[in-house]
């Protein structure tokens, strides 16, 4: 469709193509095929691994836009009912599987128990159902193969100490039988070191964290391969540009979560992957610098 109406709106037959297939024979094809400049992927990590290997045979230039773990630190000066609303978009828009998904909430330690209380409290409002119904907020998880791994991650998340406060297990009443549905989980007593807590899930599985000091959980938020987003709740501005410059990510959201912009570039560090989508930076991805030199003598 998107084809068609490129071709209505009088693109040029070849400018915009459409090849269809899976990645082990289209995508490998695309990426190392020496014809081909530029290639601009968003997936997993591993799949971006595989396709810088391959095009590195003809060194083409690559945009990756991978996954991520992504903490979302929340000081106790916040405001407290913005931090905890966006902190459920953050973490279980589209069931969790978002790349840049706040799946890590830090929470200074003397509001963490209150302030995980909130939020799984607004989880727990969320309608569950058909993706197709407007009433819906969460629809179900992509395929079984995804909510076995989801649920793979809750089991061991509880077998190593976490306690989920909402959700924690597969809907398969009335309505979810047929369907791949997971609801919103919070888990609180979780640590850095969990499965659940180092590893993309993909799935709507939230992890609180409580934390004492900036330095600490500047630490604590960096450790990871990953380095997509983060979110930063406080009052004080002076706070916000610290932590802004000093977390390893390629956007850092004060007060907000995941804005989008146009204008603004957006990409990832680390496992992340790199090159940056948006703003101009995103056009210069796909040119190449050429100089000419002329004698007029």
Not at 95 to 116: D, I, Y
Not at 247 to 267: E, F, H, K, Q
């Amino acid at each position: 469709m998107l084809a068609r109406l490129a071709e209505e709106a009088g693109v040029p037959p070849g400018v915009f193509n459409v090849v269809t297939g899976f990645g082990a024979e289209a995508g490998a094809a695309l990426a190392a095929h020496p014809g081909i400049d530029k290639l601009a992927f968003t997936g997993s990590d591993t799949t971006g691994r595989a396709i810088a290997a391959a095009a590195g045979s003809n060194l083409k230039k690559l945009s990756l836009e991978l996954g991520g773990k992504s903490p979302n630190i929340v000081f106790a000066d916040a405001d407290l009912d913005a931090a905890a609303r966006t902190a459920v978009i953050a973490a279980f828009a589209n069931s969790g599987q978002v790349c840049s998904a706040g799946t890590r909430l830090f929470v200074e330690q003397s509001v963490h128990r209150e302030f995980a209380g909130r939020v799984a409290h607004i989880a727990q409002t969320l309608r569950i159902g058909d993706g197709m119904d407007p009433e819906t907020d969460l629809g179900p998880l992509v395929s079984a193969r995804q909510l076995a791994r989801v649920c793979g991650h809750m089991d061991d998340a509880r077998a190593a100490g976490a306690t989920a406060i909402s959700g924690g297990a597969r809907l398969d009443g009335a309505g979810y039988g047929q369907g791949f549905f997971f609801p919103p989980t919070v888990l609180v007593d979780a640590r850095d070191d969990m499965r659940a807590v180092r590893e993309e899930i993909f799935g709507p599985i939230l992890a609180t964290l409580p934390f004492t000091t900036e330095d600490e959980v500047v630490t604590r938020a960096n450790a990871t391969p990953f380095g997509l987003g983060a979110g930063v709740w406080t009052r004080d501005v002076g706070r916000a540009h610290r932590l802004g410059r000093r977390l390893r990510a390629g956007s850092v959201w004060v007060n907000c979560y995941n804005a989008i912009d146009p204008a603004m570039p957006s990409g990832g560090m680390k496992a992340s992957g790199y090159g940056r989508e948006y703003g101009r930076a995103h056009l210069d991805e796909h040119l190449e610098t050429k100089s000419l030199w002329i004698s007029s003598r």
